[in-house]
């Protein structure tokens, strides 16, 4: 038996407006949650137990996986009673559910094809505490930075170090295989960032090591990421998995013309419309046409509309006849 744990308790914000009615995880990429298609993936590597660590809206996590499992994967909830932060949340979790041996975690927002198994045979033949997965990527200045020796030893481990002092272009992928030591590391009672304070100390008693790999990988968290994830599925860019553009349970009029996008079961797409490298979610009705391109719908676009590059939530609105571009409505900016 392999457990995992499954961080899901963040409150989305770079997602938003999205994130205002649906949690980051519980938002589909391809017509299938975040949350499955990463569960999955996590199973294919040999995992068979996974506990969601929740906190922000858990809800509908619970009534998503009315079965309690996921993929074939025995699921388990822990709901802090507030947020403590990522190390904070695995141990509160891992506690909750007995967890005594080798662990996998992994950050809810990630899509990855990662192989699990060679992650936890890199884990074991080094005598690893901790194991991270990395990516190379062009820009790491958001994300957890690794320096790495020869032989995979983690020697330096950065969280979101300002640009032009990034250590590598190696970054922390979201993907963890740890000792259950690792949990008497992290104090209770508050907030702890696993990246923050608990990597880096296990760096510093050199007993964290890291595996690079050029997988698949996404991070889902950010409007851009989130529209990539979807078209790249649906693009037949992801080898092995793909998805239908237009679901069977949406209903797109004859004369709408739909591109390169993902439009979800039970939206309506209205005559003459135009949807474009566009992600049209649950919710959504795109009026007579109306014009999208590059953006991502759950409210109301009304006739003859023009959207680009936009985010438009459950509660946001476009009028009838108005044009915009970069826009999130409602704007999370404004209280
Ligand atoms: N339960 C719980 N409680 N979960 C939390 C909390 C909390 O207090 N805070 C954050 N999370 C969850 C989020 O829901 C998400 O799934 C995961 O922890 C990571 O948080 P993000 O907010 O998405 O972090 P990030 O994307 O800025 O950075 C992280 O991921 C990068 C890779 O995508 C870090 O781990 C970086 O080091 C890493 O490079
Ligand atoms: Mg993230």
Same mark, same amino acid.
């Given at each position: 038996m392999m457990r995992a744990v499954v961080l899901v $308790?963040?409150?989305?914000?770079?997602?938003? #407006?999205?994130?205002?009615?649906? %949690?980051? #995880?519980?938002?589909? *990429? $391809?017509?299938?949650?975040?949350?499955?298609?990463?569960? =999955?993936?996590? @199973?294919?590597?040999? @995992?068979?137990?996974?506990?969601?660590?929740?906190?922000?809206? %858990?809800? #509908?996590?619970?009534? !998503?996986?009315? &079965?309690?499992?996921?993929?074939? !994967?025995?699921?388990r909830y822990a709901v802090e009673p507030e947020p403590l932060d990522t190390a904070g949340a695995i141990r509160f979790a891992a506690e909750a559910v007995g967890i005594d041996d080798t662990f996998v975690v992994a950050n809810g927002d990630v899509l990855t094809d990662l192989d699990i198994s060679a992650l936890v045979d890199f884990h074991r033949s080094h005598g690893a505490e901790a194991t991270l997965h990395l990516i190379a990527v062009d820009d790491p200045s958001a994300f957890g930075v690794v320096a790495l020796d020869d032989d995979g030893r983690v020697r330096r481990f950065v969280e979101k170090p300002a640009a032009g002092t990034e250590p590598s272009n190696l970054i922390n992928a979201g993907t963890y295989v740890l000792e259950a030591s690792v949990l008497g590391r992290i104090p209770t009672g508050r907030k702890v960032s696993i990246e923050r304070s608990t990597f880096p100390a296990i760096v510093a008693e050199g007993l964290a090591y890291a595996y690079a790999t050029d997988d698949y990988w996404i991070d889902t968290g950010m409007p851009d990421l989130y529209l990539a994830a979807n078209l790249d599925l649906v693009s037949g860019r992801r080898s092995g998995q793909s998805?239908?553009?237009?679901?069977?349970?949406?209903?797109?009029?004859?004369?709408?013309? *739909?591109?390169?996008?993902?439009?979800?079961? $039970? =939206?309506? @797409?209205?005559?003459?419309?135009?949807?474009?490298?566009?992600? *049209?979610?649950?919710?959504?009705?795109?009026? !007579?046409?109306?014009?999208?391109?590059?953006?991502?719908?759950?409210?109301?676009? $009304? +006739?003859?509309?023009?959207?680009?590059?936009?985010?438009?939530?459950?509660?946001?609105?476009?009028? &009838?006849?108005?044009?915009? +571009?970069?826009?999130?409505? #409602? &704007?999370? !900016?404004?209280?």
């Amino acid at each position: 038996m392999m457990r995992a744990v499954v961080l899901v $308790g963040g409150i989305g914000t770079r997602l938003r #407006p999205l994130t205002y009615s649906v %949690p980051k #995880p519980m938002l589909p *990429v $391809g017509h299938v949650s975040i949350i499955e298609r990463l569960i =999955t993936n996590l @199973v294919g590597g040999g @995992v068979t137990d996974v506990t969601l660590a929740l906190g922000f809206k %858990p809800e #509908p996590f619970i009534e !998503a996986f009315p &079965d309690g499992t996921c993929a074939g !994967a025995q699921l388990r909830y822990a709901v802090e009673p507030e947020p403590l932060d990522t190390a904070g949340a695995i141990r509160f979790a891992a506690e909750a559910v007995g967890i005594d041996d080798t662990f996998v975690v992994a950050n809810g927002d990630v899509l990855t094809d990662l192989d699990i198994s060679a992650l936890v045979d890199f884990h074991r033949s080094h005598g690893a505490e901790a194991t991270l997965h990395l990516i190379a990527v062009d820009d790491p200045s958001a994300f957890g930075v690794v320096a790495l020796d020869d032989d995979g030893r983690v020697r330096r481990f950065v969280e979101k170090p300002a640009a032009g002092t990034e250590p590598s272009n190696l970054i922390n992928a979201g993907t963890y295989v740890l000792e259950a030591s690792v949990l008497g590391r992290i104090p209770t009672g508050r907030k702890v960032s696993i990246e923050r304070s608990t990597f880096p100390a296990i760096v510093a008693e050199g007993l964290a090591y890291a595996y690079a790999t050029d997988d698949y990988w996404i991070d889902t968290g950010m409007p851009d990421l989130y529209l990539a994830a979807n078209l790249d599925l649906v693009s037949g860019r992801r080898s092995g998995q793909s998805c239908v553009g237009v679901h069977p349970a949406a209903s797109v009029h004859p004369t709408a013309l *739909v591109e390169r996008s993902v439009v979800a079961a $039970g =939206t309506c @797409v209205a005559n003459d419309a135009r949807v474009v490298d566009s992600v *049209v979610l649950a919710g959504a009705t795109i009026g !007579a046409g109306s014009c999208l391109s590059r953006s991502v719908v759950m409210g109301r676009i $009304g +006739a003859g509309a023009t959207v680009h590059d936009s985010v438009i939530g459950a509660d946001g609105a476009v009028a &009838d006849g108005e044009h915009i +571009a970069h826009q999130r409505r #409602p &704007d999370p !900016a404004r209280p």
